[in-house]
RNA sequence: GCGUAGGUGGCAGAGUGGUCAAAUGCACCUGACUGUAAAUCAGGCGCCCUAUGGGCUACGAAGGUUCAAAUCCUUCCCUACGCACCA
């Protein structure tokens, strides 16, 4: 018995049902969490990219929430397998990755992850430690464990398999690895992402073959991105968390009206009971900008405090709900005369001199509070104020 | 290695000598409408030029044929599929 582990009913319930998608083995959890030992909990992270979005860190939130009742958590930095490319989440081939990008994003990836788990009393490993010393005769009885059909099986290979696509050989070893992995740190609970199912319970399979007890798994829901489609950077529908308040806040607020629920319960601390009342709330009458509005709040105290919070809250009525302009606009001196194009151009406003034709064609140019829209693309700049283009873009322009 | 089909704008995908800065869809931008969105409708979507016109760059790469090439030819590079090799 460790007297450090809270083994309170309501905070075990919570872990095991928000925000998760499926469970492995339900009771064996349950009981282990309730007996006061203290687990080993593992998650893989991918060291490949440079942020981390609110998709991903819902699965972090999961392990945080581990942490919290005073379970040790372990973090496998896949520097070796991602040398391979986890084929989870794509349907295509991963590229390879360099060593040293790996060493690189670590430093930045532990400094990110800071804002939601408490990184010192976690441990990083790489997993690089133990999978390069296997050799093939270690390969081959660990191949041993699993079956062709097995693997043909999952979605992504059998998407691929269908449309033609080519799979190496090795991405089917990826699975066995992070099998490993598990072996490698015993872990008693594995986290991942729904996506990472199979490659979870691979690592039971492997511990098994170890001798060691199998891990349980906990697989957190995915999370669409604003627009509601898949979660990807190249989408641009992406919320990540260092993003800036008034980002973040303005990104949420653009998100489609029907995922508000599942952000409030994948993104947030509100309690359960909370969010059922919202949720009746939306059904009602409510106007579901308030709620988002909530939302935003949650999020961004979340990330960073409850003062920036308000910030970006009072930044974004007062930009957006009654037009009036943003709290970091840019400022720039010009002398009176010049080319306003010139002014966008060079501040990367407008990306060109053709767009910026465009845009005064669309009327979309005006000088803020003199109702004046700017009609010609060869406008000079005669009178200070701020230069609003489209609906979110602006800069304060002041006489030299 | 042999064979086949291909490589076109952010992506998907038409076009196969001039009418092609390149159809269409998605994404994106702008305007209208709204409740911040979404949906819808309208316009735009290589760059430059004070322009209902002109120039430049672009259809894997390099050369060539032609008055004219995304389109034809040559070489090269790359991708997928099949066959062969491994057996």
Redesign the pocket.
Known sequence: MNSSIDTSEENIRNILTRGVEDIVVKEHVESRLTSGEKLRVKLGIDPTGNTIHIGRAVVLRKLKAFQDLGHHIILIVGDFTAQIGDPSDKLE?RPMITRESIDENLKNYKKIIGKIIDVDKAEFVYNSEWLKKLGFQEISELAESFSVQQMIARRNFKERIDK???ISLREFLYPLMQGYDSVAVEADVELGGFDQLFNLKAGRVIQKHFGQPEQDIVATAMLEG????KMST????VINITDEPNDMY?K???????LIIKYFLLCTDVKQEEIKTIEKELAGDA???DL?MRLAREIVTLYHDKDAADKAQEN?INT??KGGVPDNVEIVKVKKGTLL?DIL?QKNIV?????????V????ASIMGTGKKIE???EKIEEPGVY??????FIKIEID
């Open positions: 081939k033609g696509q080519e604003t627009d509601g489609r190249s989408w641009g529908n303005g949420v607020m653009s998100l489609n009206d029907n106007n579901p900008r988002k974004f957006f709900a194009a151009i990306p060109s001199k053709s767009e910026w034709r465009r845009l064609e669309g009327h979309s010609d693309q060869f609003k283009i489209g609906s979110r873009r």
